[in-house]
């Protein structure tokens, strides 16, 4: 069990705007930095967005991320067949639970 | 570029050891943090620990505290990762990651190594 709940799967066609949700508490996402990850099948997970809306030199502007309360989403634009992969939400954890605690994934379908 | 290099898959029988080991190149090794991240077979990423390889001062997840030690050998920029008394729900891969601190703020993990396939099975 995940502390960080996100939704399973998502899908979304060509050209779509898609969201994906994290969902933490005033330990984790309420109170520090949320970080999204990208796991392409096959391979080990790259940095996608830090600091809740921060992107790293190299990735996309159609990557986009945000939060708001104990919540967060990734938004990624004009979805391309090579966005198809697993994301992973990640933040700094208060409690016992931490400090460093993931969501469980979700996979993006392109369809 | 900034490269971090995993040490080869691994097998072990239920009650050993292993380390694995993550090669740093590309940067100053001693300038950044490094964290331990594992992840089952088709499950997600679960944080294990990080080092600082200046000071090689550690903090690891409860759930491994007794079970895991992090060392690191700044002469060959090389970080450590040991698990003693593996089960076999320690199969999984086991990655290293970089991270920058900036005012006692992670700037994410980044970037990974190519991650550790350790099975565990009698």
């Known amino acids: 069990q995940s502390v960080l709940t996100q939704p399973p799967s998502a899908s979304g066609t060509p050209g779509q705007r898609v969201t994906i949700s994290c969902s933490g508490s005033?330990?984790?996402?309420?109170?520090?930095?949320v970080y999204w990850y990208q796991q392409l099948p096959g391979t080990a997970p790259k940095l996608l967005i830090y600091r809740n809306n921060q992107r790293p030199s190299g990735v996309p502007d159609r990557f986009s991320g945000s939060k708001s309360g104990t919540s967060a989403s990734l938004a990624i634009s004009g979805l391309r067949s090579e966005d198809e992969a697993d994301y992973y939400c990640a933040a700094w954890d208060d409690s016992l639970s931490g400090p460093w605690v993931f969501g469980g994934g979700t996979k993006l379908t392109v369809l | 570029q900034v490269q971090l290099v995993q040490s080869g898959a691994e097998v072990k029988k239920p009650g050993a050891s292993v380390k694995v080991s993550c090669k740093a190149s590309g940067y100053t090794f001693t300038g950044y943090y490094m964290h331990w991240v594992r992840q089952a077979p088709g499950q997600g990423l679960e944080w294990m620990g990080w080092?600082?390889?200046?000071?090689?001062?550690?903090n690891y997840a409860q759930k491994f505290q007794g079970r895991v030690t992090m060392t690191r050998d700044t002469s060959i920029s090389t970080a450590y990762m040991e698990l003693s008394r593996l089960r076999s729900d320690d199969t999984a891969v086991y990655y290293c990651a970089r991270d920058q601190i900036v005012g006692a703020t992670s700037s994410g993990f980044d970037p990974w190594g190519q991650g550790t396939l350790v099975t565990v099975s009698s």
């Open positions: 005033s330990s984790n996402i309420g109170s520090n930095y």
């Open positions: 080092i600082n390889p200046n000071s090689g001062g550690t």
